[in-house]
């Protein structure tokens, strides 16, 4: 077994929380999409290939940037709704596995791993991290992608009294899976402590309000706020990191 798999209650009951969660989330959704099509742009720019591992690929937004730019894509996914995503995505192109992080073996190493929007939902992730290093080829990089607890529209629902504090996890937060909510240290405390260093650091999206909230606002406004997310990274709404192994060059 491996070790993070024994962070699980139960492997049955994590499979059917995780089918829960797929439910009440759909990255191609409001602003959902432009939040999820935003950070693979980030990713883009700082992944090289040609072999890629994108763990958790929810309705495929990435999976489809990802197939376009990358010979070799694979996707392990928890949930059999949003594998079935990436199959049809893929094609013959790619792989898709419907398994448990914690279950997974790759069979060859990957130059890049994506990790958006998914460290926030495993039970251990800084065991996830380090056996996810060990995936990696020569020169690979981990892109790990997680909600940022001080973000602006997190830090408005505290002023309004809506959350008790930044970090809190709210009823959203809870129905789509979130075991925890990051914060720029506490994400890099999680980084560095699976052996993992960071090489490069971006925010992605500044959010002022929630995604229902902002759903109807004009496309320059929006776009005018994602160049505001990487000019504010401590006021971003997610949080974008390039790591490599701490010993590699």
């Known amino acids: 077994?491996?070790?993070?798999?024994?962070?699980?209650?139960?492997?049955v009951t994590e499979r059917e929380r995780l089918e829960q969660a797929a439910g009440c989330y759909d990255s191609r959704r409001g602003l959902s999409?432009?939040?999820?099509?935003?950070?693979?742009?980030?990713v883009l720019a700082h992944a090289h290939g040609p072999r890629l591992l994108e763990m958790g690929c929810a309705n495929g937004v990435m999976t489809e940037v990802f197939a376009v730019h990358f010979p070799e894509v694979v996707v392990v996914e928890g949930t059999a709704a949003y594998a079935e995503a990436a199959r049809a995505i893929l094609g013959d192109a790619g792989q898709?596995?419907?398994?448990?992080?914690e279950e997974f073996e790759p069979d060859k190493?990957?130059?890049?791993?994506?990790?958006?929007?998914m460290l926030e939902h495993v039970a251990d992730p800084v065991g996830l991290l380090h056996r996810a290093a060990g995936w990696l080829a020569a020169g690979g990089s981990i892109h790990a992608i997680v909600p940022h607890?001080?973000?602006?529209?997190?830090?408005?629902?505290?002023?309004?009294?809506?959350?008790?504090r930044s970090e809190e996890l709210h009823s959203g937060d809870i129905a789509i899976g979130h075991r925890r909510i990051y914060t720029w240290d506490s994400v890099r405390s999680h980084i560095e402590e699976s052996g993992l260093r960071i090489v490069a650091k971006e925010g992605n999206f500044l959010k002022p309000l929630s995604n229902q909230q902002m759903a109807k606002w004009p496309e320059d406004l929006l776009e005018a706020f994602q160049v505001l997310g990487r000019e504010l990274p401590d006021l971003c709404a997610e949080i974008y990191l390039q790591c490599r192994p701490a010993e590699s060059d």
């Open 1 to 11: 077994m491996p070790a993070c798999l024994s962070q699980l209650v139960n492997p």
């Open 33 to 42: 999409y432009r939040l999820v099509r935003s950070g693979a742009d980030i």
């Open 96 to 101: 898709v596995h419907c398994s448990l992080f």
């Open 109 to 117: 190493p990957f130059n890049d791993i994506v990790m958006a929007g």
């Open 149 to 164: 607890a001080m973000s602006l529209h997190r830090r408005v629902g505290v002023a309004m009294g809506l959350l008790t």
